[in-house]
């Protein structure tokens, strides 16, 4: 019994260290000690908050994908806002799927960045 438990108890820790999520993926693209991007004028634990808020806002609302693609390089003046949790789950993806480098504005992917 206690054999059963431990294992389905580790099964379940494997599974969570392996889910995306908002936190994380903001955490990825703005703290300093991961891909460090900087938006001028705002410090970057405060970029996190607003990309984890925006993010999780998405995440609540049911939807397609429509007309967003995180691969897209967009406008930087003008980048897209993450509206469905089918976006969001694209675009936490996408930065785990890319090199930092490559979320660089304003030629980087994944937008909203």
């Known amino acids: ?12 820790m494997l599974s969570a260290c392996g889910d995306r999520n908002c936190q ?12 460090g991007i900087q938006i001028e004028g705002i410090g970057w634990e405060e970029m996190i908050d607003r990309c984890s808020e925006r993010c999780d806002a998405a995440l609540l609302q ?5 007309s967003y693609d995180p691969t897209l390089i967009y406008n930087a003046s ?6 469905t ?6 675009w936490m993806d996408c930065v785990w799927d890319n090199e930092c ?4 504005p304003p030629a980087g992917t994944c937008a909203p960045i």
């Open 62 to 66: 049911p939807g397609e994908l429509g």
């Open 78 to 83: 003008d980048p897209p806002e993450l509206e």
């Open 101 to 104: 480098p490559d979320l660089e």
């Open 1 to 12: 019994m206690k054999v059963m438990l431990w294992a389905v108890m580790g099964v379940g």
């Open 85 to 90: 949790d089918k976006q969001a789950a694209a």
């Open 24 to 35: 994380d993926s903001c955490r990825r693209v703005y703290d300093p000690n991961e891909c």
